[in-house]
Structure formats: C-alpha cells, structure tokens
C-alpha cells in the first residue's frame, strides 16, 4: 500500500551512477521534505538522506538526493560493491489524517 | 551514542495479542518522537505510528486504527507497540525508529510470527 512509487531494480558496474526515482502526490513529496534510506540484507534501515539533499555525518558524499515538484530521486556515483541493497525513499503525507509514507524500494545491484 | 534495543522474538496465534519494546539511551527520551515501522517477509518499509514520549500523545496509521496502540514510560525510557487481533499478515519485523528530520535511529528489530 505504499503510495510512493519506486522502480523495483536498478543496476551498474563499479565505478558507474545510479539514479533511483520517487514518485509521490502533492500531499507527500509535493508539500513535504523527503528522506532516503538504504537497507543492506538482514539489517535495520540506515537514513541516507534527509530533508531532500542533507547527508548525515558519515555518509560518501557519492550519495545525493533532489526534489522538483512531486518527485525526488537518489543518485550514487562511483558505485561501489558495498552499495548493493535495498533503497527506499519516505516523506510525510498530509492525507489520511498525517502518516509517514515509504516508498515501494528500488534494489540496487552491483554488475 | 543513541542506542534503540527492542525485546525479542515472538510467536503467537492468531487473533491473540503482542506488545513490543523499544528501551531507549543515550539520550534525551521525551525530546524525540518515537516511530514503529514494519516489514513483512521481503517486502517494504510500512508505517504504523507514533507515539510523542513527552505528552503520550499518538498518530496512527489509518490502516491500523483500532488494532495498534503505543505507549511508553518515561521511567526508564522505553516505548512499546501493542498490536492486538493478530492475522497471519502481520507477520512481520517490527523497529522502533528515533530522529528528528528522518529516522537516524532504529532498533535491531523484533520478529513477530503469527501462525495456528
């Protein structure tokens, strides 16, 4: 029931960008920061980006994110193996009373 | 550093009960919302709440109103997810997850089973 659309894969060889995008509504991504989180097998998810571009201390700045309208997108460059996993993108939504939003998640393979 | 620990693994029958804890550290407990996300069994991320330590005030999901209720206890700093008349898709790993702008902070996760 995820109302942020993602597309389930994307892929490239090392050393290669990446771009994952997130497509919301006005009532989401259009009137409210997105956040981005990268989820590695059997572990809790790991916040990539907040606030639409901010990364939190620790984070390559390979990782970077944008916003226009009522979409956002994730962009990794110079993949590297250790960023195989899962990647989901998340904002508010205003609808239904106010509730988190996550998006469908984009698996991230490493050719 | 922030630390989230959650209780452990559960399984119950369905329709029955189960309440999940989250013991917070390393910070200040009332300054933080405290968020409960869920993952069944290769899918996504799904919101179910969350629960304001300061007031108790609480947001839920529209899908889980009525089932879910989060409490805490500013005592020792723990929240907990109570979701009530289980059903087979509720089976499912549940964090509790801390942050101001995105979540910075998750538990390592409880695994609920629900199975007859």
């Known amino acids: 029931q995820s109302v942020l659309t993602q597309p389930p894969s994307a892929s490239g060889t090392p050393g290669q960008r990446v771009t994952i995008s997130c497509s919301g509504s006005?009532?989401?991504?259009?009137?409210?920061?997105v956040n981005w989180y990268q989820q590695l097998p059997g572990t809790a998810p790991k916040l990539l980006i907040y606030?639409?571009?901010q990364r939190p201390s620790g984070v390559p700045d390979r990782f970077s994110g944008s916003k226009s309208g009522t979409s956002a997108s994730l962009a990794i460059s110079g993949l590297q193996s250790e960023d195989e996993a899962d990647y989901y993108c998340a904002a508010w939504d205003d609808s239904l009373n106010g509730q988190d939003v996550f998006g469908t998640g984009t698996k991230v393979t490493v050719l | 550093q922030v630390q989230l620990v959650q209780s452990g693994a559960e399984v119950k029958k369905p329709g029955a009960s189960v309440k999940v804890s989250c013991k917070a550290s390393g910070y200040t407990f009332t300054g933080y919302y405290m968020h409960w996300v869920r993952q069944a069994p290769g899918q996504g991320l799904e919101w179910m709440g969350r629960i304001n330590p300061n007031s108790g005030g609480t947001n839920y999901a529209q899908k889980f109103q009525g089932r879910v209720t989060m409490t805490r206890d500013t005592s020792i700093s723990t929240a907990y997810m109570e979701l009530s008349r289980l059903r087979s898709d509720d089976t499912a790993v549940y964090y509790c997850?801390?942050?101001?702008?995105?979540?910075?902070?998750w538990g390592q996760g409880t695994l609920v089973t629900v199975s007859s």
């Open positions: 997850a801390r942050g101001y702008s995105g979540y910075e902070n």
């Open positions: 006005s009532s989401n991504i259009g009137s409210n920061t």
């Open positions: 606030s639409n571009n």
